[in-house]
């Protein structure tokens, strides 16, 4: 009975849902009616709720039937379902994004290439290189698979120390070019989508810049610009405050005539140092970083930063050997610097350095990279104050010389000099390699042409960024000069013709080495088997490889020959082997070193180039004298997952490998 009230349809089991379904909101919408209206119901509009619906129908009919419930209910499925939908993907994007690791920042996936400007090339023909010349030569950095470009020093200086002493810190120097030159390199660099770095030696000046000649004259807030202190006279001879010796040797005091007083200098007399305990000065730093920042320079490199205060008590430095007569202390290295050298307050000067920096680092992809160049040599730790904390950031990376400074070479040296590094860092942070600089000699003169290739097969392989100083590349030697500062900054060796290519003039500001018709890089780079084609194999390999650039290290082996690394992957079977050969021929047993270790791997490259691509057997690896070897093999099992080298393993900036998904997370 119930069911003939419902609408008179016979419910004998086999009704068909939509039919009784569509009787049922029909009898109820009308059962509905008079609740909701006060009207009465027109007999012909419940006639039309009883129509399917049909093409063309008016928009009443089809309001008729929208609110039927299979519509409602339909439409609300589906509008939920978009919600939904929408939701999920909105939770997807979050999850990759936060899941994702970051990506590795330009200073960070870019080798360095360091460019001593006035021996790069010389665009008009006077035996200087200069700022065009860089420009012209660009592609050759782009060849190299570099995108970093660092330019040492060009501020206006009267060069007596190689440019390292600014008359003006807002100005090229003439020999370089102008202004202009610098803007248009600067454009063309980002052009061609490289960046670039320039030196900063904030610690002194020329005895030309305008602030010393107002110093020296007590002009308004410059009279304390300098580190002036009464020196006495006795007997005829200046006695300076106390014994403080510059890097140069002797005093570091200097009688000026002019203001009768003396003048404290680091490094050379024409170079004084400026008063870092007055504000004026360190906001004139601010503004030239700002300045430069300003033309677009993507980083700084401040150099001899750990020179920046000294103690105001002005104590004499203790002797070396202290039984060594003061008056006969006349070398840098005969005293302790415990009041010349990273006096307290200078980290705070660093900090507001980076400070500075990081105004010009808030539109996405523009940050500033910061680097500090102070060759510590025997300090790692004072190196590392660099870093910063884990909160307090200072430079990205304090540039790393160990791999220069070594004494000799052997495998074993290597290792202690990469692991010292490696140890020594401060959690988090990321490493940097230079295996040649502007003040050291070239690695063909420093150790040995043999050992060139596996320098750069080192270098291009460790992680964290490499640092190339310019014909690195190509091999470069010294060239045979009195002054022991100018022998690795003879012109850049680009081909055969005269002068190297350096420059189309009559003569170079430095001779060319007579080696250029071998080693230049249009020669090289038609030969297979040059450093010139290694350095490229490498630098390509590191950009395509994801061991390579963001991977594990871990220390395999080490021993008078050999230094032996992998590079790995967390989600990648494939890892990277490096047997890398700094003595004597040798054969090394990698099964006897590493667990479970295939019985062969393949030679992906290798500085003799005719060995690469062959097989060999991990129980026999065989190098000869400078040889270097990457070797690549799969395994489930990699180094960095076992046991036996744990404390062994080097990982920044962390990252996974997804097959699945063929994309990087992190938490793995
Ligand atoms: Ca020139
Ligand atoms: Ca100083």
Redesign the pocket.
């Known amino acids: 009975m119930e069911l003939s009230e419902k609408g008179g349809v016979q419910n004998n089991g086999f009704v068909q849902n939509e039919d009784f379904e569509d009787k049922e909101t029909a009898t109820s919408s009308q059962d509905e009616m008079p609740k909701m209206c006060s009207v009465d119901v027109d007999p012909v509009a419940v006639e039309e709720t009883m129509l399917k619906p049909y093409a063309g129908m008016p928009k009443e009919v089809l309001l008729q039937f929208s609110s039927q419930a299979r519509y409602r209910v339909t439409r609300e499925i589906l509008f939920w379902l978009v919600i939904a939908g929408a939701i999920v993907l909105v939770c997807a994007t979050i999850a990759i994004i936060a899941l994702s690791p970051k990506c590795l920042d330009w200073w960070q996936a870019s080798p360095i290439y360091q460019i001593y400007p006035r021996s790069f090339r010389?665009?008009?023909?006077?035996?200087?290189?200069?700022l065009k010349?860089i420009q012209e030569k660009l592609d050759h950095i782009t060849y190299l698979n570099i995108k970093t470009i660092w330019i040492t020093s060009f501020f206006k200086s009267p060069l007596k120390d190689l440019g390292y002493g600014a008359e003006d810190f807002y100005d090229i120097d003439p020999?370089f070019g102008s202004m202009t030159d610098f803007e248009n390199l600067i454009a063309a660099i980002h052009d061609k989508g490289l960046k670039v770095i320039m030196d900063l030696i904030p610690n002194h000046t020329s005895d030309k810049h305008r602030w010393f000649q107002l110093s020296r004259n007590r002009t308004g807030k410059y009279t304390d610009y300098y580190i002036w202190q009464d020196c006495r006279q006795a007997a005829g001879s200046l006695i300076p405050p106390n014994n403080w010796v510059s890097v140069f040797g002797n005093s570091s005091w200097e009688f000026d005539d002019v203001r009768e007083q003396c003048y404290f200098h680091q490094f050379g007399k024409e170079q004084p140092d400026l008063n870092f305990r007055n504000a004026a000065v360190q906001q004139e730093i601010h503004d030239i970083i700002k300045f430069w920042l300003g033309k677009g320079v993507d980083g700084l490199s401040f150099g001899t930063v750990k020179f920046l205060l000294e103690a105001t008590h002005l104590r004499d430095e203790p002797p070396v050997n202290k039984s060594q007569n003061g008056e006969s202390i006349t070398a840098y290295s005969q005293l302790y610097h415990d009041y010349t050298t990273t006096q307290v307050g200078l980290h705070d000067i660093v900090r507001s350095f980076r400070h500075t920096m990081n105004e010009f680092s808030r539109e996405p992809g523009r940050y500033r990279f910061m680097g500090s160049d102070d060759d510590e040599k025997e300090d790692i730790e004072a190196t590392m104050m660099y870093y910063g904390t884990t909160f307090i950031q200072e430079a990205d990376f304090p540039f790393n010389f160990n791999l220069i400074n070594m004494k000799n070479l052997s495998g074993n040296s290597i290792s202690e000099a990469v692991n010292s590094w490696m140890q020594n860092m401060p959690a988090g942070k990321w490493p940097n390699w230079a295996v040649g600089s502007p003040n050291a000699a070239r690695i063909s003169t420093r150790i040995g042409k043999e050992y060139i290739n596996v320098m750069n097969m080192l270098l291009l392989t460790l992680p964290g960024t490499p640092v190339t100083y310019y014909g690195e590349e190509i091999g470069m030697e010294n060239i045979a000069s009195e002054n022991a500062t100018l022998p690795e900054k003879s012109p850049m060796q680009w081909d055969g013709k005269v002068n190297a290519g350096f420059t189309e003039g009559n003569s170079s500001w430095l001779p060319v080495n007579s080696d250029y018709q071998s080693v230049n890089v249009e020669i090289q780079s038609t030969w297979s088997n040059s450093s010139l084609a290694l350095y490229r194999a490498l630098t390509l390999l590191r950009n395509e490889e994801l061991p390579m650039n963001r991977g594990w290290m871990c220390h395999i082996w080490n021993d008078s020959n050999v230094f032996v690394y992998v590079r790995e992957l967390d989600g990648l079977d494939r890892v990277f082997m490096m047997v890398l050969n700094f003595g004597q021929e040798a054969t090394t047993d990698l099964q006897a070193r590493v667990p479970n270790l295939p019985s062969e791997a393949v030679i992906r490259l290798s500085t003799h180039f005719s060995n690469a691509g062959k097989v060999v057997n991990t129980k026999l690896i065989k190098t000869e004298m400078g040889e270097g070897l990457v070797l690549e093999y799969t395994t489930a099992k990699p180094v960095h997952t076992m046991e036996a080298f744990q404390g062994k393993c080097f990982v920044a900036e962390k990252a996974c490998y997804s097959k699945v998904l063929n994309l990087l997370y992190v938490n793995c």
Not at 122 to 130: E, H, I, P, R, Y
């Open positions: 010389d665009s008009n023909m006077d035996g200087n290189g200069d010349g020999i």
